[in-house]
């Protein structure tokens, strides 16, 4: 069974300081075309941020981007996960919850995110292995 330590090895991690806007956080967004990131204060992660919250708690409700810090329209208290966790348990907990994104951590450190897509393509790719091997 993989673990989302093989999953995000060679990857960049990304995160935001709590304090930048959301303007801020949305040219950070789109320039490393990533659809979430974890929020940071004082290095330890206290949010999410992801396009979903950009359309529900500021451009729907007619907040201004420049003005608004990605803490007041964050997802906080996130569920992470560790490093040694299963793809298929990250699966489970993201049906389960309705979440798209997990942060990864390791104690306090934040090692990573993992998308709903990222952990599909995975586990598909598991599958067919064991498929191809079973033949």
Known sequence: MSTLRDLVK???VYSIEAEKTVLEAARFMMEHNIGALPVLRNSELI???SERDIMNRVVAVGRQPAY???S???TPNPRAVKLDETVEECLFIMEEFGFRHLPIVEGKE???LVSLRDVVMRHAAELDRQTRRAS
């Open 68 to 70: 608004t810090a990605v």
């Open 47 to 49: 949010g999410i941020f």
């Open 10 to 12: 060679d990857r960049r």
């Open 72 to 74: 007041e329209v964050m």
């Open 110 to 112: 934040l090692k990573g």
